[in-house]
């Protein structure tokens, strides 16, 4: 001050122009500093302008820091320092130094610029050790000078001189002058410096933006999200950990270790499963902010997860911890080793992660379900191919091995009788450690009430067990299940539309849902279709067997679709028939040999309701004894040597049709206890089965024994004859019905000589007559096969002889009838018989005398004898 | 020691800096302003590197019951997790004498969680609850202005001065944690209605002070005794008249 008062005239002109150019260089650097934008060139711009004026050394500017009343170097102007070469420099220009020391209070409090020798405060216990520093460069003097900013200090202009005196009045009215604009350019300078580093944030977010969103894989995400670190943080590793499917682990997913090379660490981070709540993650997770923490002290913390030991053993101090979290579900943690926190820029990269992560595990779940799908269709179309059960089996096997890397325990299917469940299909292999008890379960008989079928049954998609708990509750099955050393064991219902036809077990840690309904699915097809398959073949096989039938009784039958005669006594026999026929009453035919009776049995079955199906014919006379009961009831496979398929009887082949049981006198005893009860039940058990089926058959039954005897003499049941003679028919011997031979004759030379392919035109009188004379023991059949031969025997188109065999045995019945009669009686009617037989011709070729061996004459005379006129044999 | 003071640029926040630094200890006085921010988590890994001790102050800028609450708890949480972090040896907060009490009143519950999260969390603690602060008669004496006249109630109200509350809870920052609650108040007790008759008299204030007898605070319904210790509580040095004399003083 008593500088300026002293100021002479002579002086007063110049110091008017200095002033001038002072101001003039202050208005200039006023302009210059408000455009100043980056804070080196401001200081040196300042710097370079007041040097022009007044001499000092350096000049730096410091911040004040208010959360800790410290301040710091915010302007340096290195290039002009003289103590840049100080070994404390790098450390000084980044100190933090106290407001709360006599030097700085003193530049506080002061209104204009205060100056010190640094010789005389840097000494002080608590002043700053910059002042000593620059002291041991050169600098004698600092001019301290307050920056203000609405009212509160923000920080100083510190000036330096290694000339003593150099801080003139001048000097400090243009520092106080300058200092407003200049604190203003500081305040802009930040502010910019704030700005600039918002928009790289953003820039680097939008950048992180971009790479991510084109980013499809875990690979694309791990490159993207280590790119946007190395430019925050170039030497940072960072691991980005995902919460597993089980929500209690967390594995890594992606990261960027470069601290270490080692493949067993690494391999060891990449395998690990860490528990969520293990005290470290559990915090990251629950904290809405990034939480820094310290290898060290989290060990000391006790927190035992492995991961924490291979971090310090890689060297890492401090890790950030950041939740990857999308709406309200966290995904996973980003942990980063960096050392400081730029919340809104690690929290932008990780939403933007947390995206991605979301993202990438949709796709991942998408491609899981097509590629899921994509078997299911190769399963399909391996299905599609399958007809046997060996083929469905190694389709089942092969996917469930490829696609859910499981096998199968058992597949049931519902019998019939829709209650017993048979097993039919399993995989022993899974078994394997215990054999046995497997071998028990089997044999153990499974029905659709069994509580664990029952349940799977009545489920919509089937149910799992988790055999830990079973065992507790005791189910029998889960010490099978836990020894496949299995976790689950699923059960589901196989269904074919809305109908259960059996149940699928499978035994896995984890089955995907989708994968299971789909294979369930197809399963169920597959095993409709075989069970289709079977009863096909069944089909097939039956119509092949009704086939021979048909072929062999067209071959052996007559040609019933007419029966020739119509003698009184055949009369009698249409009369019953048509009585008979349309009811389902059993018809027991009666007759001898070769009288037609199975003839008569197909025309009352074709004149019945049941016509439309095949009578089904059984000759009991004609099978053995041991088969004759599978022949009529069937087999299971099985049930006896030899039986090697299941066989349907001829009961059931009958079924809503008629059975014609041919010699049914001949039927072995057991064979008619069994028969009887099918007649009285109407059902029947194959043999070896254990089921009854239900059968609606009409039965006609046919013999030439006289069964009322057969009773009597114990070798036919009398209640089955009870039960069989409902409606007995008895079939006229050929005998009987002399009158219906020669149509008959007729009737057979026309078919076999149409068979033969001879034509015969006539048949002899001659021929006829001897047809007439004889007995015909072997009825219409007898006649038949003469005929047959004899056409065979003449040579042109007349059938002039008939081969009728000689020494006929006499019926045994005929016999008895003789037995009670005197000789003369029995001669008397056995001449009269032959007679009428022979027409009444006495002598001559077809004649009695012939038939009787005996000469004409004696046959006159014994008629005369004896008494026998016209009338007895034409009677 | 490092002590952060969460709200150091508050009332009672500049005043415990002050009183810490006074004392010698490097304190950071964190606040929004000051680059530290308990709610995005600003600056605040950083802060607590190294911290001995955190005393919060913090309070919520908005009185809305919702906003209060979030911001306690989000402020709580996010402190502790930090301090968790940082191994800090010390958590001691703010309370409101009678806050469990008055738990049909938001800011009580809201201050109520506070202290929970702060039990539960495991970092060694202490709860300092004061009562109303000396500095609050204008305001409550402004909000119950009906006309001419002040319409208060009778509850029993025993007020402390600021720098009373600075004091000791500059005391028990650098104190053992208590791993409990200490009660603080001031040295006089009133009826609300009398301590701020005698303030408006003092304030050459017109106004007319009118007891009601309704129990009333923040408009909640509260008991007599609910805003005043119950038993043992440190007790203040500064009385109305010292306070006031203190008032004039700094004016």
């Known amino acids: 001050m008593k500088r300026v008062k002293d100021i002479d005239p002579g002086l007063s002109v110049r110091s008017l122009a200095a002033f001038e150019q002072e101001r003039r260089i202050l208005s200039d650097l006023g302009n210059d500093i408000t455009g100043v934008r980056d804070k080196n060139d401001l200081i040196i711009l300042f710097s370079k302008r007041i040097k022009s004026l007044f001499y000092f050394t350096h000049t730096i500017v410091t911040l004040i820091d208010a959360k800790d009343e410290t301040y710091t170097p915010f302007l340096l102007d290195h290039e002009s320092s003289p103590i840049r070469s100080h070994a404390q420099y790098p450390e000084l220009i980044k100190a933090h130094f106290s407001l709360n020391e006599p030097f700085i209070r003193a530049a506080l409090r002061a209104e204009e610029p205060i100056s010190f020798l640094l010789e005389d405060i840097m000494d002080q216990p608590q002043s700053p050790s910059f002042l000593r520093a620059n002291y041991e460069a050169g600098v004698k003097e600092i001019l301290m000078t307050r920056l203000m900013k609405e009212g ?370 197809q399963i169920s097809i597959a095993i409709a279709n075989i069970q289709a398959n079977e009863k096909l073949l069944a089909y097939k096989k039956q119509l092949e067997v009704e086939n021979d039938y048909l072929k062999e009784q067209i071959k052996t039958i007559y040609n019933f679709s007419e029966i020739i005669g119509n003698g009184q006594q055949m009369q009698k026999v249409y009369r019953l028939m048509s009585l008979v026929a349309g009811s389902n009453t059993t018809v027991l035919i009666l007759g ?246 022979c027409s009444g011709k006495i002598s001559g070729p077809g004649s009695a005398a012939e038939i009787l061996k005996i000469p004409g004459n004696t046959l006159h005379s014994k008629l005369k004898k004896l008494g026998i006129t016209k009338k007895d044999y034409f009677g | 020691m490092k002590i952060v003071v969460i709200g150091g640029s508050g009332l009672i926040g500049t005043k415990v800096v002050a009183h810490l630094r006074q004392a010698g200890h490097q304190v950071i006085a964190a606040s929004p302003a000051t680059g530290i921010n308990t709610i995005t988590g600003d600056g605040l890994a950083e802060a607590m590197s190294d911290t001995d001790v955190v005393v919060d102050l913090a309070n919520s800028p908005s009185w809305e019951d919702q906003a209060v609450m979030d911001f306690f708890q989000t402020s709580g949480r996010n402190l502790l997790a930090a301090e968790i972090n940082a191994g800090v040896k010390h958590h001691v907060a703010l309370s409101i004498v009678g806050v469990d009490i008055m738990q049909n009143i938001g800011y009580m519950r809201a201050k109520k969680a506070q202290e929970d999260l702060i039990r539960q969390s495991g970092v060694p603690y202490t709860i300092i609850r004061s009562t109303q602060f000396l500095e609050f008669l204008k305001g409550i004496a402004d909000q119950a202005t009906d006309g001419n006249e002040v319409h208060l109630s009778d509850v029993r109200f025993q007020p402390i001065a600021a720098d009373d509350v600075a004091a000791f809870v500059a005391k028990y920052a650098v104190a053992a944690p208590l791993n409990g609650k200490v009660e603080i108040a001031g040295p006089e007790r009133f009826a609300m209605y009398e301590v701020v008759a005698q303030y408006l008299r003092h304030a050459n204030d017109p106004r007319k002070v009118v007891p009601n007898g309704k129990p009333l605070y923040y408009g909640g319904e509260i008991s007599h005794a609910a805003l005043v210790p119950v038993g043992q509580a440190e007790l203040g040095t500064i009385n109305f008249e010292k306070w006031w004399s203190n008032q004039l003083q700094k004016a």
């Open chain 1, 592 to 837: 001898e040999t070769g009288t037609g009776k199975e003839l008569i049995a197909r025309a009352i079955h074709n004149a019945s309701l049941r016509k439309d199906k095949l009578m089904v014919k059984v000759n009991c006379a004609a099978l053995p004894a041991n088969l004759i009961e599978s022949e009529l009831f069937g087999h299971e496979r099985g049930s006896f040597t030899g039986a090697i398929d299941r066989r349907i009887g001829k009961f059931e082949l009958a079924n809503n049709s008629t059975l014609f049981l041919d010699e049914v006198g001949e039927l072995p005893p057991e064979a008619q206890a069994k028969l009887l009860r099918v007649i009285q039940e109407r059902e029947l058990e194959r043999l070896g089965g254990k089921q009854t089926i239900k059968v609606d058959v009409r039965l006609i039954a046919a013999t030439n024994r006289n069964l009322e005897e057969e009773v009597k003499a114990g070798r036919f049941r009398a209640d089955l004859y009870f039960r069989l003679n409902v409606f007995p028919i008895s079939l006229p011997s050929l005998r009987e019905r002399p009158e219906d031979i020669e149509p008959l004759t007729h009737f057979f030379v026309k078919k076999y000589g149409r068979n033969t392919g001879r034509k015969i035109r006539k048949v002899a009188p001659k021929v006829i007559q001897q047809l007439l004379s004889y007995t015909w023991p072997g009825n219409v059949r007898e006649l038949e096969h003469l005929i047959e031969r004899s056409i065979l025997l003449t040579p042109d188109d007349i059938l002039r002889d008939v081969y009728i065999p000689e020494n006929t045995a006499t019926d045994k019945q005929d016999l008895t009838h003789l037995l009670n009669h005197s000789l003369e009686e029995v001669e008397r009617s056995y001449i009269i018989e032959i007679l009428r037989r």
């Open chain 1, 152 to 521: 509160k200090p923000m920080g100083f202009i510190h000036i330096y001189s290694d000339k003593p005196n150099s801080f003139s009045i001048e000097f400090r009215n243009v520092i106080k002058g300058i200092a407003p604009q200049l604190s203003g350019a500081v305040s802009n300078i930040i502010k910019n410096e704030e700005i600039l580093k918002k928009e790289q944030e953003k820039s680097l977010l939008l950048d992180f933006s971009n790479d991510i969103a084109t980013g499809r894989t875990k690979e694309e995400l791990a490159f993207a999200v280590r790119a946007v670190l190395k430019k925050i943080n170039p030497p940072g590793g960072f691991v980005i950990r995902r919460i597993n499917e089980d929500n209690t682990t967390m594995s890594p997913y992606a990261y960027d270790l470069t601290k270490t090379h080692d493949p067993k660490v690494i391999n060891a981070l990449e395998q690990a499963r860490y528990p969520i709540n293990d005290g470290l993650q559990d915090r990251v997770l629950n904290s809405a902010i990034p939480l820094l923490f310290n290898v060290d002290r989290e060990i000391q913390r006790g927190i035992t997860s492995s991961y924490l030991q291979h971090w310090k053993t890689m060297g890492f101090k401090e890790i950030v911890g950041i939740r990857l979290r999308n709406g309200e579900t966290n995904h996973g943690i980003l942990f980063l080793d960096i050392q400081e926190i730029n919340v809104q820029l690690l929290q932008g990269i990780c939403s933007q992660i947390s995206i991605a992560l979301a993202n990438i595990m949709a796709n991942e779940q998408i491609h899981k379900k097509q590629e899921e799908q994509a078997f299911l269709l190769d399963f399909s179309s391996d299905i599609a191919q399958v007809r046997t059960k060996a083929d469905l089996q190694a389709a089942i096997f092969r996917v469930l091995d490829k696609t859910m890397h499981t096998q199968l325990s058992m597949i049931r299917t519902i019998d019939e009788d829709g209650y017993n469940m048979s097993p039919f299909m399993y995989d022993e292999t899974l078994f394997e450690r215990a054999k046995k008890h497997f071998a028990e379960l089997l044999a153990h008989r499974v029905t659709v009430d069994e509580i664990y079928t029952a349940d799977v049954l009545t489920s919509e998609d089937g149910l799992v067990f988790n055999i830990e708990e079973e065992l507790k509750s005791g189910n029998s099955y889960a010490r099978l299940w836990e020894t496949t050393g299995l976790k689950n064991v699923y059960g589901l219902p196989l269904r074919v539309g809305n109908k259960n036809i059996g149940t699928i077990w499978l035994l896995a840690d984890r089955l995907s849902k989708l994968m299971l309904k789909g294979i369930c699915a």
